[in-house]
């Protein structure tokens, strides 16, 4: 079983530049999530899907997009690299159920 | 808006002792709390999930207690091992932003040899 799998697992990036994170799960789970982790800090929400074609900002939206084409596919943009920017980033999945999925994360550094 | 706490930030304690992670949480209407592992440059692993009409969940050395009223969990391990050293996160979902899960910024366990 995949799971939930992230591409690419580090990245570096020039402070501008433009990048997608790529999320698919093969769970057929209607709700996604896109976390950043900062050093110390818990997991903080960017962007949320409930389900194909639907989604909506979280806590810290800005800086990113997100699109749902598909329920398997959630990819994360970031137009404008920013220092601010440089984290860990997690997407999850889950069906109605209680349980949440985590993929492995993208570290992602803006220089 | 919730918010959820851990305390403490780090512990170290020798191999074998018991010992008790805590969380807390400022709203207490929550659908359920679930314990993550995660390991050094690595994803979050789940450890126990309690649904907000349950008190307690156990596996194997694990066992996780909630009191929704308080606002607060604990994670209990048992003879503790040091394979059990990494970072413990806590993480409440309740009906925000798509019932997404807020999580604590963690406890990060050492177990020493």
């Known amino acids: 079983n995949a799971g939930v799998t992230q591409t690419p697992k580090f990245r570096i990036l020039k402070i501008g530049q433009s990048m997608t994170l790529q999320c698919t799960q093969d769970m057929n789970h209607n709700y996604m999530y896109w976390y950043r982790q900062d050093p110390g800090m818990g997991l903080k929400l960017i962007y949320y899907s409930v389900g194909a074609g639907i989604t909506d900002k979280g806590e810290v939206p800005n800086g990113y997009n997100v699109s749902r084409s598909t329920t398997e596919d959630f990819p994360l943009r970031l137009e404008l690299a920013a220092p601010s920017q440089t984290s860990v980033y997690f997407c999850a999945s889950r069906t109605g159920l209680p349980e949440a999925f985590f993929g492995q994360g993208t570290r992602l550094t803006v220089v | 808006k919730q918010e959820v706490t851990q305390i403490p930030a780090a512990l170290s304690v020798p191999e074998g002792e018991n010992l008790v992670l805590n969380c807390s949480f400022t709203?207490?209407?929550?659908?359920?709390l679930q314990w993550f592992r995660q390991d050094p440059g690595k994803g979050l692993t789940s450890l126990l999930l309690i649904q907000s009409s349950q008190r307690e969940q156990t596996s194997g050395r694990l066992n996780a207690s909630l009191d929704k009223s308080s606002g607060r969990s604990t994670l209990y391990i048992a003879a503790s091992q040091p394979g059990d050293s990494a970072t413990y996160l806590c993480?409440?979902?309740?009906?925000?932003?798509?019932?997404?899960?807020?999580f604590g910024p963690g406890t990060r366990l050492s177990v020493l040899p």
């Open positions: 709203d207490s209407a929550i659908y359920n």
């Open positions: 993480a409440v979902r309740d009906s925000g932003w798509g019932q997404n899960f807020v």
